[in-house]
């Protein structure tokens, strides 16, 4: 038996709006988009998030339209609403995206006017981070994969700005290089990578050691540690990928360990919702 993990691995210290986001990211969509509120306040029980702490935190989620809720019987089931469906989707698609895509030496540029109000551009700024652009100056932002048609849905997501998008090549690999550097901070996110791996690299030895409450606590500490990365690194081809880059790494460890968790972390979440399984993809 390897050694047991320790609070970090098993207990991620996280709050519960982004617990209850998980748990339906991972499992409860895939039972019908709904779950009954006193199964819910279990499973955030795992986390050791109070039951009243639970209900209040619904209660505001369903103000801000997260959930619509209908009573059966003495219950309130919830069930999640389509936007929030999308974001489920969308944040799923850039976590899980293969990480060793090929490149093809272009760029996709995006420029927006100044001038912008904060909160516009605080949201602007966000939005691009998030979609793998990195500020060239105030109000130019470069990716290196082909992200022109997200870039083109911006005027629809943020208002009131107005953006000119363009595809375009340095044709040399230093100048390329050099541009990675200028817009990421390379040497602190290869930190955070590094330590993403130190932090998590025993899970893939320790599964077999626990229970159906400890796999899903550990898998969502793996996933609550892994998700801001899309939001600093813009999954750099390997040609601009510095010595020693950690970041292909630690995502072969993520997916390894998400789906190595997975089986008994559904099962036990499918005791508590009272159904046979839960059909989720690997990732």
Not at 141 to 165: K, M, Y
Not at 183 to 188: A, T
Not at 221 to 230: A, K
Request: proline fraction near 5%.
């Amino acid at each position: 038996m390897s050694q047991p993990l320790d609070d970090r691995e098993l207990t991620p210290y996280l709050k519960p709006r982004a617990l209850i986001l998980d748990l339906f990211g991972d499992y409860l969509r895939y039972t019908g988009r709904e779950v009954r509120a006193g199964d819910l306040v279990r499973l955030l029980g795992v986390f050791g998030v109070e039951s009243a702490t639970a209900r209040v935190t619904l209660s505001r989620l369903r103000r801000e339209e997260w959930f619509t809720t209908r009573r059966v019987g003495r219950e309130t089931v919830y069930s999640i609403t389509d936007p929030i469906v999308a974001i489920l989707d969308e944040g799923r698609a850039r976590i899980f995206a293969d990480y060793d895509q090929a490149w093809d030496h272009t760029w996709t540029t995006v420029v927006y006017q100044s001038g912008l109000e904060r909160l516009t551009r605080d949201q602007l700024r966000k939005r691009l981070s998030w979609l793998g652009f990195g500020p060239l100056s105030a109000s130019t932002w470069i990716s290196p994969r082909d992200r022109v048609a997200a870039a083109r849905n911006l005027g629809s997501e943020v208002a009131d700005v107005d953006t000119t998008i363009m595809r375009s090549s340095t044709g040399d690999l230093a100048e390329d290089r050099a541009l990675a550097e200028r817009c990421w901070d390379l040497g602190r996110i290869n930190r955070l990578y590094t330590e993403f791996v130190q932090a998590h690299a025993r899970l893939l030895d320790s599964v077999d050691d626990l229970d159906g409450a400890q796999a899903l606590a550990a898998r969502t500490s793996l996933i609550g540690s892994y998700r801001h990365f899309p939001f600093l690194d813009p999954w750099l081809p390997v040609e601009l990928q510095p010595e020693d880059w950690v970041g292909a790494r630690a995502n072969v460890l993520f997916r390894a360990a998400h789906a190595a968790l997975a089986p008994r972390a559904c099962d036990f979440v499918a005791s508590i919702l009272g159904v046979p399984t839960i059909d989720a993809p690997a990732g």
